[in-house]
């Protein structure tokens, strides 16, 4: 079974800098995608960014292209977040998230594996 679990949220002022950790386990081999997803009060969830776990491939949504990073750590069995220069608008509930398939999807309903979700909030 796999298991995620974030850290790292919490208040960052805008302009500041915060990172996010998933680490997973359960996990048997390398065929998968993991991502960030955010879910603010009274709006859908939003996909933030997603990696291929195999070779590392990106990809980001418009809202934080530029801003954010998302990498691994193999070795850790650990996905981050690196959100630069965050924006009040970024508040929100962010999941880390994981499928089977090397597919890049920004679909939520795609991902069969979610954490519980880490609370940050962006102060102006």
């Known amino acids: 079974q796999v298991h995620l679990v974030e850290s790292g949220g919490g208040l960052v002022q805008a302009g500041d800098s915060m990172r996010l950790s998933c680490a997973i386990s359960g996990r048997t081999f390398w065929w998968h995608t993991m991502g960030w997803f955010r879910q603010a009060p009274g709006n859908e969830r939003e996909f933030v960014a997603a990696?291929?776990?195999?070779?590392?491939?990106?990809v980001y949504s418009d809202s934080v292209k530029g801003r954010f990073t998302i990498s691994r750590d193999n070795a850790k069995n650990t996905i981050y977040l690196q959100m630069n220069s965050p924006k009040p608008e970024d508040t929100a509930v962010y999941y880390c998230?994981?499928?089977?398939?090397?597919?890049?999807?920004?679909?939520?309903?795609?991902?069969?594996?979610w954490g519980q979700g880490t609370q940050v909030t962006v102060s102006s």
């Open positions: 998230s994981d499928k089977d398939g090397r597919d890049l999807s920004t679909n939520p309903s795609e991902y069969q594996y």
């Open positions: 990696i291929r776990w195999y070779d590392g491939f990106t």
